[in-house]
C-alpha cells in the first residue's frame, strides 16, 4: 500500500536499463509451445510464489526440487524477472517498476466508496507480488496463527509449530552499509540461513525517527518495540524489508537463484496463462491433475498433467479467477455465466478480506527531507549497492495500536481480531512541512468476492473488495486519526504544529466519513478468496492440509488461503505458508 506514499516519496522514480544480458537458462521456457509435449511432471505448479505463480510459487518449486526424486514445472503468467535490474532496486517502488510487470485489474465501482472503482495491482512476473511490491515485512500478531489452527483445528498452523518454519525462510541481512542496528532489532527471533533477505534500511535513524523513540520513552501510550517480527507487533517498531546487500529479496531472487535454476527437476514455463483444470479421465472422477495452459495473448490451448499434483498459487485473484473457470464454484452463479459445474464448492472467490486505508495531514514548521540526486544515487546503487536506493518509500518505523477496550465500536459490533496481541491499526508516519501519515485498517468486518465477468479466461474477473461496507470498519479509521492526533500532541512535535491534521473525526463526522468515502486507499493485501477450514467443515475451500476440498489432486497455497486479514503486510504470512505447504506437499508425494 506504500504505493499511495508516492505522495510523500522523497525519492522520485525512473526506469534503467539492464546492463548486462543474461542468458536463457535451458529449463526457462519462454512460451507454452516450445515445452517438450513428451515430458512428465510429478508436480505442477501454477504463479511464481506458489506452483502456479508467484510468491508462494517459487516457494514451492524451490524447496520440492530439493528432492532429486520430484518434478516439477512451474507455470507463471508474466514474464521471466533474470535480468531485470529495474526490478532489483528497492528505490523503483513503486513507479519505476514497468507495465510489463503488473495484472492492469481494476475493482467494480465501490458502493462504500461513492461508486469509485479502485487500481487493484498484482505482480505479472515471476516471483509474483514480491517482484513489485513495497517489501515491508512483518509477520503478523502470534494470534494470527493461532487463530489460522483454530478454524482449521490443526495445530501445525500455530505460531509455536511455525517458528523454525520461519526461520528457515529468513536471511537477516543487518543493513545495508553495516551501520550499527544493536537496539533495532532483536537477533533471538531471526533466521540467518534462509533464502528471504530481511534488513534494516541502509540510513537511520533520521531526526524524525529520533523524535519517536523520545516520544515512546515517555512512557506514554506509544511504547517503543524492539522487534516487530517476535509475534507481538504492538508498540512503535523499526521497520524491516524484504531486501538485502541494496537489491529486493524477491521469492524468484531468494527460491529460484540460478543454482535452483539449474536443477534438471526443475522447469520453469513464463509468459503462460493457466486457463483451467481438468479432471483426468471422465469429469465425475473429479482428478483435477490436468492443467489447461496458453500464450498470455491467448493462442492454441494445451493441457499438461501432473503424475501426482497440481498445486495452485496463483494468489487471492488469480487462484478463484482459475477455479471459478473449471466450473468449481457456486453453481447457480457458474450457470449465469455459462461455465459447465464441475464441482461445487460455495465458498470459492468469497470472503475476500483486505486493509483499507486513509492518508491525514497537517502542515507544520518542520524542515523538509532534502532533495536525492538520482543520478549520483542510481551511481551509487551501480558501484557498490548502496545509498539512498537501496531503500523504498516506506518510513522507517511504524506504530501498531489497538482499539481501546472500552470503545463503542468494540461493545458494539465485537472484536474482529484475532486477540489481545493484534492490532486494529498500521500508522505510517510522517514529519516536515506536510506531517501525518496513513493509517491503516487491518481488522476489516466487511468481506468483499472474486466472480465471473465471463467465462472467457481472457476477461478479467470481477473484484469486488467490499471496503467500508460494514460501520465498523470506518469508526477504525476515525480511532485511527485520533491516535495519530495524540502521537503528534506531545511536546516534541506540537510546538511545531501550524495546521491540524485533516480530515478529523472529531471536527465533523459526515465530513470525515464523506472524505475517507472519497479518498481512501487500498493496502492491496487481498486475502481469504480460497479460504481454509477444518476438515469436514461445510464451509471454505481448502481442508488444513491446503487439499481442495472434496478433489484429487489439487491444493492451493498462496495469500487465497489465508482465512483473516493478517495483522500486518501480507508477504510474510504468504512465505510462511508457503514453507509448510512445501512440506504438507513433500510429505505425501
Ligand atoms: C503493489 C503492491 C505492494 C505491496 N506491498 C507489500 C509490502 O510492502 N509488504 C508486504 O508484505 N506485502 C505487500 N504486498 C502484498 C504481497 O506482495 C502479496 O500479498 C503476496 O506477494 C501475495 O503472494 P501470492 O503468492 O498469494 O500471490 P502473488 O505473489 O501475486 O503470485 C501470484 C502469481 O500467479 C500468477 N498468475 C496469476 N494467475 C495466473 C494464471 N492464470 N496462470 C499463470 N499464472 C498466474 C501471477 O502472475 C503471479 O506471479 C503488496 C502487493 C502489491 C501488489
Ligand atoms: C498491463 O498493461 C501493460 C501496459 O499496457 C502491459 O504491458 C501488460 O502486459 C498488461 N498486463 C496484462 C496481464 O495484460
Ligand atoms: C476455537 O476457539 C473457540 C473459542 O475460543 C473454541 O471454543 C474452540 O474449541 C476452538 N477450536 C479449536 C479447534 O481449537
Ligand atoms: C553499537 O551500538 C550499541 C548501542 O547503541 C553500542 O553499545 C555498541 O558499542 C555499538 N557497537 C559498535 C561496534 O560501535
Ligand atoms: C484438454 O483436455 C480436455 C479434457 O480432457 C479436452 O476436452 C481438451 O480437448 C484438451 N485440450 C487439448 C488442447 O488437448
Ligand atoms: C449460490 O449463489 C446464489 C446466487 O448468488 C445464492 O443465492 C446461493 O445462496 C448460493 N448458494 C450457496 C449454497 O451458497
Ligand atoms: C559506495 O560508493 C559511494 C560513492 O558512490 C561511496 O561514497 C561509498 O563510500 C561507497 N561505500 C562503500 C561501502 O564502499
Ligand atoms: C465465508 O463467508 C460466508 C458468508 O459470509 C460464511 O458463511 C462462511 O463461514 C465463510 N467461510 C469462511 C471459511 O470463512
Aim: charged share 20%; net charge negative; with cysteine.
Amino acid at each position: 500500500m506504500y504505493r499511495s506514499m508516492k505522495l510523500l516519496a522523497t525519492l522520485t522514480a525512473f526506469t534503467f536499463t539492464p546492463l548486462v544480458a543474461h542468458v536463457a537458462n535451458a529449463a526457462v521456457f519462454q512460451d507454452a509451445s516450445s515445452l517438450p509435449s513428451d515430458k512428465q511432471y510429478d508436480i505442477v505448479v501454477v504463479g511464481a510464489l506458489s506452483m502456479v505463480g508467484g510468491t508462494a510459487g517459487s516457494v514451492i518449486a524451490s524447496r520440492l526440487t530439493e528432492d532429486p526424486k520430484i518434478n516439477v514445472l512451474l507455470i507463471e503468467a508474466g514474464p521471466d524477472d533474470e535480468g531485470a535490474i529495474d526490478l532489483q532496486i528497492p528505490g523503483n517502488f513503486p513507479d519505476g517498476i514497468e507495465p510489463k510487470y503488473h495484472w492492469n485489474f481494476t475493482t467494480t465501482p465501490q458502493s462504500g466508496l461513492n461508486d469509485r472503482a479502485l487500481p487493484y495491482d498484482r505482480g505479472h512476473v515471476l516471483g509474483g507480488s514480491s517482484s513489485i511490491n513495497g517489501m515491508v515485512y512483518t509477520r503478523g500478531a502470534a494470534d494470527d496463527y493461532d487463530r489460522w489452527a483454530n478454524v482449521t483445528g490443526d495445530d501445525g498452523w500455530k505460531w509455536n509449530s511455525l517458528l523454525p518454519l520461519i526461520k528457515r525462510h529468513e536471511r537477516w541481512s543487518g543493513a545495508v552499509g553495516g551501520r550499527n542496528i544493536s537496539g533495532q532489532y532483536d537477533p533471538s527471533v531471526h533466521g540467518y540461513d534462509g533464502q528471504t533477505k530481511v534488513a534494516l534500511p541502509w540510513s537511520g535513524p533520521n531526526a524524525f525517527d529520533n523524535l519517536c523513540l523520545e516520544e515512546a520513552k515517555a512512557g506514554s501510550e506509544f511504547p517503543f518495540n524492539l522487534d516487530p517480527n517476535s509475534g507481538q507487533p504492538l508498540g512503535l517498531t523499526w521497520v524491516q524489508s524484504t531486501f538485502g546487500g541494496g537489491e529486493r529479496s524477491s521469492a524468484s531472487r531468494a527460491y529460484l537463484h540460478t543454482s535452483v535454476r539449474q536443477r534438471s527437476t526443475l522447469d520453469i514455463l513464463v509468459n503462460t496463462r493457466v486457463t483451467r483444470v481438468l479432471s483426468v479421465g471422465n469429469v465425475g472422477s473429479k482428478d483435477f491433475r490436468t492443467v489447461e495452459i496458453g500464450t498470455t495473448a491467448g493462442g492454441a490451448l494445451r493441457n499438461v498433467t501432473a503424475r501426482v499434483e497440481v498445486v495452485l498459487s496463483a494468489g487471492s485473484i488469480g487462484t478463484p479467477h482459475i477455479l471459478l473457470l473449471s466450473g468449481i464454484g457456486n453453481k447457480t452463479e457458474l450457470d449465469a455465466v455459462g461455465v459447465p459445474s464441475t464441482h461445487e464448492l460455495n465458498d470459492v472467490g468469497k470472503n475476500l478480506s483486505d486493509h483499507f486505508a486513509l492518508f491525514a495531514f497537517g502542515t507544520s514548521t518542520a524542515p523538509d527531507t532534502p532533495p536525492v540526486d538520482h543520478t549520483a544515487a542510481l551511481l551509487q546503487w551501480t558501484q557498490n549497492r548502496t545509498g539512498p536506493l537501496t531503500e523504498s518509500v516506506t518510513p522507517h518505523q511504524l506504530l501498531w495500536t489497538r482499539l481501546p477496550s472500552n470503545s463503542e465500536a468494540l461493545q458494539k459490533y465485537g472484536d474482529p481480531s484475532s486477540g489481545p496481541n493484534a492490532p486494529h491499526i498500521e500508522l505510517a508516519l510522517t514529519w516536515g512541512p506536510n506531517f501525518g501519515g496513513a493509517a491503516s485498517l487491518l481488522t476489516p468486518h466487511s468481506r468483499g468476492s472474486v466472480t465471473l465477468a465471463s467465462s472467457n479466461p481472457f476477461t478479467d474477473p470481477l473484484i469486488d473488495t467490499n471496503y467500508l461496507t460494514h460501520p465498523f470498519d470506518i469508526e477504525v479509521l476515525k480511532e485511527a486519526i485520533r491516535t495519530m492526533k495524540r502521537f503528534y500532541s506531545s511536546p516534541g512535535f506540537s510546538s511545531y504544529i501550524v495546521t491540524p491534521i485533516a480530515p478529523d473525526p472529531d471536527a465533523g463526522e459526515a465530513e470525515f466519513e464523506a472524505y475517507t468515502r472519497n479518498s481512501g486507499v487500498t493496502a492491496l493485501h487481498a486475502v481469504g478468496t480460497a479460504s481454509m477450514s477444518a476438515t469436514g467443515a461445510k464451509e471454505g475451500v481448502v481442508d488444513p492440509d491446503l487439499k481442495v476440498k472434496g478433489v484429487k489432486g489439487l491444493s492451493i497455497a498462496d495469500a487465497s488461503v489465508i482465512p483473516y486479514a493478517p495483522t500486518g503486510h501480507t508477504s510474510a504470512p504468504v512465505y510462511i505458508l508457503a514453507e509448510r505447504a512445501s512440506d504438507l506437499i513433500r510429505s505425501r508425494y
